[in-house]
Protein backbone atom coordinates (compact mmCIF):
# COMPACT_ATOMS: atom_id res chain seq x y z
CA UNK A 1 0.00 0.00 0.00
CA UNK A 2 1.81 3.37 -0.81
CA UNK A 3 2.02 6.14 1.97
CA UNK A 4 -0.56 8.66 3.04
CA UNK A 5 -0.47 11.84 0.79
CA UNK A 6 0.23 14.94 2.67
CA UNK A 7 -2.02 18.08 3.28
CA UNK A 8 -1.21 20.99 1.77
CA UNK A 9 -1.94 23.02 4.52
CA UNK A 10 -0.66 22.80 8.21
CA UNK A 11 -3.90 22.63 10.17
CA UNK A 12 -4.52 19.47 7.59
CA UNK A 13 -1.28 18.33 8.64
CA UNK A 14 -1.87 18.21 12.46
CA UNK A 15 -5.44 16.65 11.73
CA UNK A 16 -3.82 14.14 10.13
CA UNK A 17 -1.21 13.15 12.29
CA UNK A 18 -3.89 13.66 15.58
CA UNK A 19 -5.77 10.35 13.51
CA UNK A 20 -3.10 8.45 13.31
CA UNK A 21 -2.13 9.48 16.87
CA UNK A 22 -5.62 8.58 18.66
CA UNK A 23 -7.90 6.67 15.79
CA UNK A 24 -10.11 5.50 18.65
CA UNK A 25 -11.01 9.52 18.86
CA UNK A 26 -11.30 10.01 15.08
CA UNK A 27 -14.75 11.18 13.13
CA UNK A 28 -14.54 10.30 9.61
CA UNK A 29 -17.68 12.62 7.51
CA UNK A 30 -18.18 11.89 4.32
CA UNK A 31 -20.48 13.08 1.45
CA UNK A 32 -22.14 10.47 -0.65
CA UNK A 33 -23.01 11.38 -3.88
CA UNK A 34 -19.32 12.93 -5.66
CA UNK A 35 -17.65 11.60 -2.91
CA UNK A 36 -18.44 8.10 -2.34
CA UNK A 37 -20.52 7.57 -5.47
CA UNK A 38 -19.75 8.61 -8.59
CA UNK A 39 -22.03 11.63 -10.65
CA UNK A 40 -24.62 9.99 -13.01
CA UNK A 41 -26.93 11.72 -15.05
CA UNK A 42 -29.78 10.04 -13.38
CA UNK A 43 -29.48 10.16 -9.32
CA UNK A 44 -31.63 7.44 -9.03
CA UNK A 45 -28.93 5.09 -10.41
CA UNK A 46 -25.91 6.45 -7.90
CA UNK A 47 -24.19 3.54 -6.16
CA UNK A 48 -21.01 3.83 -4.36
CA UNK A 49 -17.84 3.23 -5.84
CA UNK A 50 -17.39 -0.74 -5.49
CA UNK A 51 -15.03 -0.75 -3.02
CA UNK A 52 -15.83 2.12 -0.59
CA UNK A 53 -17.49 -0.23 1.49
CA UNK A 54 -15.18 -2.66 1.96
CA UNK A 55 -12.51 0.09 2.54
CA UNK A 56 -15.10 1.54 5.15
CA UNK A 57 -15.68 -1.98 6.41
CA UNK A 58 -11.81 -2.05 6.76
CA UNK A 59 -11.26 1.37 8.50
CA UNK A 60 -14.87 1.69 10.78
CA UNK A 61 -13.62 -0.83 13.56
CA UNK A 62 -10.20 1.33 13.71
CA UNK A 63 -11.87 4.74 14.46
CA UNK A 64 -14.67 5.90 17.12
CA UNK A 65 -17.07 6.82 14.24
CA UNK A 66 -17.63 6.83 10.56
CA UNK A 67 -20.94 9.17 9.36
CA UNK A 68 -22.13 9.44 5.68
CA UNK A 69 -24.11 12.97 5.70
CA UNK A 70 -26.00 13.58 2.67
CA UNK A 71 -29.06 15.44 1.24
CA UNK A 72 -30.77 11.93 0.01
CA UNK A 73 -33.37 10.17 2.55
CA UNK A 74 -30.80 8.11 4.91
CA UNK A 75 -32.84 5.26 3.60
CA UNK A 76 -31.82 6.12 0.33
CA UNK A 77 -27.97 6.30 0.96
CA UNK A 78 -27.77 3.44 2.60
CA UNK A 79 -29.55 1.17 -0.02
CA UNK A 80 -27.35 3.00 -2.95
CA UNK A 81 -24.49 2.51 -0.72
CA UNK A 82 -25.06 -0.86 -0.09
CA UNK A 83 -24.24 -0.06 3.98
CA UNK A 84 -26.65 -2.35 5.72
CA UNK A 85 -25.42 -5.66 7.42
CA UNK A 86 -21.95 -5.40 6.44
CA UNK A 87 -19.75 -6.80 8.99
CA UNK A 88 -17.44 -4.07 10.52
CA UNK A 89 -20.00 -1.05 9.58
CA UNK A 90 -21.01 -1.86 13.48
CA UNK A 91 -20.00 2.20 14.00
CA UNK A 92 -21.43 3.61 10.67
CA UNK A 93 -24.42 6.13 11.43
CA UNK A 94 -26.05 7.78 8.37
CA UNK A 95 -27.45 11.35 8.68
CA UNK A 96 -29.98 11.52 5.63
CA UNK A 97 -31.71 14.97 4.89
CA UNK A 98 -28.72 17.66 6.07
CA UNK A 99 -29.14 15.43 9.56
CA UNK A 100 -32.57 15.90 9.97
CA UNK A 101 -32.80 11.71 9.35
CA UNK A 102 -30.41 9.23 11.76
CA UNK A 103 -29.72 5.79 10.87
CA UNK A 104 -27.32 3.58 12.68
CA UNK A 105 -26.16 0.71 10.75
CA UNK A 106 -25.50 -1.32 14.77
CA UNK A 107 -29.61 -1.19 15.31
CA UNK A 108 -30.69 -0.66 11.93
CA UNK A 109 -33.13 1.76 12.82
CA UNK A 110 -34.01 4.99 11.13
CA UNK A 111 -35.32 8.16 13.30
CA UNK A 112 -36.78 10.93 11.16
CA UNK A 113 -39.24 13.83 12.06
CA UNK A 114 -42.35 15.13 10.41
CA UNK A 115 -41.46 16.18 6.98
CA UNK A 116 -42.54 20.26 6.18
CA UNK A 117 -45.47 21.53 4.72
CA UNK A 118 -43.87 23.38 2.25
CA UNK A 119 -42.47 21.06 0.06
CA UNK A 120 -45.46 19.20 -0.79
CA UNK A 121 -46.77 22.51 -1.71
CA UNK A 122 -43.68 23.38 -3.54
CA UNK A 123 -43.98 19.89 -5.50
CA UNK A 124 -47.73 20.66 -6.66
CA UNK A 125 -46.30 23.87 -8.60
CA UNK A 126 -42.64 22.83 -10.06
CA UNK A 127 -44.15 21.43 -12.98
CA UNK A 128 -45.88 24.68 -14.20
CA UNK A 129 -43.37 27.15 -13.27
CA UNK A 130 -40.68 24.77 -15.42
CA UNK A 131 -42.95 24.90 -18.36
CA UNK A 132 -43.52 28.93 -18.16
CA UNK A 133 -39.75 29.08 -17.78
CA UNK A 134 -38.61 28.19 -20.67
CA UNK A 135 -35.81 25.94 -19.31
CA UNK A 136 -38.12 23.10 -18.91
CA UNK A 137 -36.31 20.96 -21.85
CA UNK A 138 -33.73 18.39 -20.39
CA UNK A 139 -34.68 19.35 -17.12
CA UNK A 140 -36.34 17.32 -14.22
CA UNK A 141 -37.21 16.43 -10.66
CA UNK A 142 -35.95 14.69 -8.26
CA UNK A 143 -38.50 13.52 -5.47
CA UNK A 144 -36.05 14.00 -2.24
CA UNK A 145 -39.09 13.13 0.41
CA UNK A 146 -38.51 16.26 3.06
CA UNK A 147 -37.03 17.76 -0.16
CA UNK A 148 -37.83 18.30 -3.80
CA UNK A 149 -34.72 18.92 -6.26
CA UNK A 150 -34.43 20.14 -10.06
CA UNK A 151 -32.01 18.99 -12.50
CA UNK A 152 -30.40 20.82 -15.49
CA UNK A 153 -27.51 18.34 -16.18
CA UNK A 154 -29.44 16.61 -19.59
CA UNK A 155 -30.56 20.37 -20.76
CA UNK A 156 -28.73 21.50 -24.37
CA UNK A 157 -26.92 24.07 -22.00
CA UNK A 158 -26.70 22.75 -18.41
CA UNK A 159 -25.38 25.81 -16.76
CA UNK A 160 -27.47 28.11 -18.90
CA UNK A 161 -30.82 26.41 -17.71
CA UNK A 162 -29.22 26.25 -14.23
CA UNK A 163 -28.85 29.78 -13.59
CA UNK A 164 -32.01 30.98 -15.70
CA UNK A 165 -34.06 29.04 -13.03
CA UNK A 166 -32.58 30.04 -9.99
CA UNK A 167 -33.87 33.53 -9.25
CA UNK A 168 -37.44 31.64 -9.83
CA UNK A 169 -36.90 28.53 -7.65
CA UNK A 170 -35.38 31.16 -4.86
CA UNK A 171 -38.84 33.03 -4.98
CA UNK A 172 -40.97 29.76 -5.13
CA UNK A 173 -38.93 28.22 -2.38
CA UNK A 174 -39.22 31.60 0.03
CA UNK A 175 -43.06 31.81 -0.49
CA UNK A 176 -43.47 28.27 1.53
CA UNK A 177 -40.74 28.55 4.06
CA UNK A 178 -38.13 26.54 2.16
CA UNK A 179 -34.55 27.74 1.16
CA UNK A 180 -32.41 26.99 -2.24
CA UNK A 181 -29.40 25.04 -2.05
CA UNK A 182 -27.35 24.86 -4.88
CA UNK A 183 -25.67 22.28 -6.19
CA UNK A 184 -23.72 20.75 -8.94
CA UNK A 185 -26.32 21.67 -12.12
CA UNK A 186 -28.62 20.89 -9.13
CA UNK A 187 -30.94 23.51 -7.56
CA UNK A 188 -32.50 21.71 -4.14
CA UNK A 189 -35.37 23.28 -2.35
CA UNK A 190 -35.26 22.09 1.59
CA UNK A 191 -36.43 23.66 4.85
CA UNK A 192 -33.76 25.82 7.02
CA UNK A 193 -32.05 25.29 9.62
CA UNK A 194 -31.17 21.83 7.72
CA UNK A 195 -27.03 21.94 6.55
CA UNK A 196 -23.78 19.22 6.71
CA UNK A 197 -22.72 21.72 8.86
CA UNK A 198 -24.79 21.61 11.85
CA UNK A 199 -25.36 17.93 11.28
CA UNK A 200 -21.36 17.35 11.63
CA UNK A 201 -20.94 19.58 14.90
CA UNK A 202 -23.99 17.62 16.34
CA UNK A 203 -22.37 13.88 15.63
CA UNK A 204 -18.71 14.99 16.94
CA UNK A 205 -19.89 16.28 20.18
CA UNK A 206 -22.05 13.45 20.71
CA UNK A 207 -19.25 10.88 19.61
CA UNK A 208 -16.45 12.97 21.91
CA UNK A 209 -14.97 12.95 18.77
CA UNK A 210 -11.06 14.35 19.14
CA UNK A 211 -10.14 15.03 15.68
CA UNK A 212 -12.31 15.14 12.74
CA UNK A 213 -12.08 14.15 8.82
CA UNK A 214 -14.99 15.42 6.54
CA UNK A 215 -14.49 14.66 2.49
CA UNK A 216 -17.24 16.40 0.22
CA UNK A 217 -16.96 17.59 -3.44
CA UNK A 218 -20.11 20.06 -3.70
CA UNK A 219 -21.33 23.94 -2.73
CA UNK A 220 -23.69 21.94 -0.06
CA UNK A 221 -20.18 20.49 1.80
CA UNK A 222 -19.33 24.04 2.53
CA UNK A 223 -20.85 24.12 6.01
CA UNK A 224 -18.89 21.22 6.95
CA UNK A 225 -16.08 22.34 5.83
CA UNK A 226 -16.71 25.57 8.06
CA UNK A 227 -17.69 23.57 11.09
CA UNK A 228 -14.71 21.71 11.02
CA UNK A 229 -12.67 24.82 10.80
CA UNK A 230 -15.16 25.86 13.88
CA UNK A 231 -13.95 22.63 15.41
CA UNK A 232 -10.21 23.34 14.60
CA UNK A 233 -10.33 26.88 15.96
CA UNK A 234 -11.45 25.53 19.52
CA UNK A 235 -8.89 23.03 19.45
CA UNK A 236 -10.00 19.81 18.19
CA UNK A 237 -7.70 18.82 14.87
CA UNK A 238 -9.46 18.31 11.65
CA UNK A 239 -8.94 17.55 8.26
CA UNK A 240 -10.58 18.42 5.10
CA UNK A 241 -10.68 16.41 1.74
CA UNK A 242 -12.00 17.94 -1.40
CA UNK A 243 -13.20 14.82 -3.86
CA UNK A 244 -11.98 16.71 -6.83
CA UNK A 245 -13.88 17.70 -9.88
CA UNK A 246 -13.71 20.69 -12.46
CA UNK A 247 -17.48 22.00 -11.75
CA UNK A 248 -16.82 23.05 -8.35
CA UNK A 249 -13.47 24.84 -7.73
CA UNK A 250 -14.85 26.39 -3.81
CA UNK A 251 -13.66 23.31 -2.22
CA UNK A 252 -10.70 22.33 -3.52
CA UNK A 253 -9.29 26.23 -2.60
CA UNK A 254 -10.59 25.55 0.63
CA UNK A 255 -9.29 21.94 1.33
CA UNK A 256 -6.05 20.66 2.95
CA UNK A 257 -6.38 17.53 0.55
CA UNK A 258 -7.91 17.15 -3.31
CA UNK A 259 -8.24 13.71 -4.00
CA UNK A 260 -9.24 12.53 -7.54
CA UNK A 261 -12.97 11.83 -6.84
CA UNK A 262 -14.61 8.73 -5.32
CA UNK A 263 -11.88 6.53 -6.35
CA UNK A 264 -9.37 9.30 -4.66
CA UNK A 265 -11.55 9.08 -1.81
CA UNK A 266 -11.43 5.37 -1.34
CA UNK A 267 -7.98 5.22 -1.85
CA UNK A 268 -7.78 7.47 0.92
CA UNK A 269 -9.60 5.39 3.49
CA UNK A 270 -7.98 2.43 2.45
CA UNK A 271 -4.55 4.05 2.98
CA UNK A 272 -5.89 5.22 6.89
CA UNK A 273 -6.90 1.51 7.64
CA UNK A 274 -3.91 -0.03 6.70
CA UNK A 275 -1.77 2.65 8.27
CA UNK A 276 -3.83 2.28 11.66
CA UNK A 277 -2.53 -1.88 11.28
Known sequence: ??????????????GLAALLAQPRTALVGLDFDGTLAPIVPDPEQARAHPDAVPALAELAPKIASVAVI???????????GGFDGVPGLEHLT???????????AATRTLTAPAPHPGVAAVRAEL???????????????EEKGRAVAVHTRRAADPQAAFEALRG???DLAARHGLIVEPGRL??????????????????ARAAG???????????????????????RKNGTPGLLVCSGSTEVTELAERA????????GVVDLLRRLAAQLG
Open 70 to 80: TGRPAEVAVRY
Open 1 to 14: MDPLPTPQTQPGRE
Open 94 to 104: VLGHYGAERWD
Open 168 to 170: PLT
Open 256 to 263: DLVVDGPE
Open 127 to 141: PGLLERSGAGAGTWI
Open 186 to 203: VLELRPPGMDKGVALLDH
Open 209 to 231: AGCVVYAGDDLGDLPAFAAVDEL
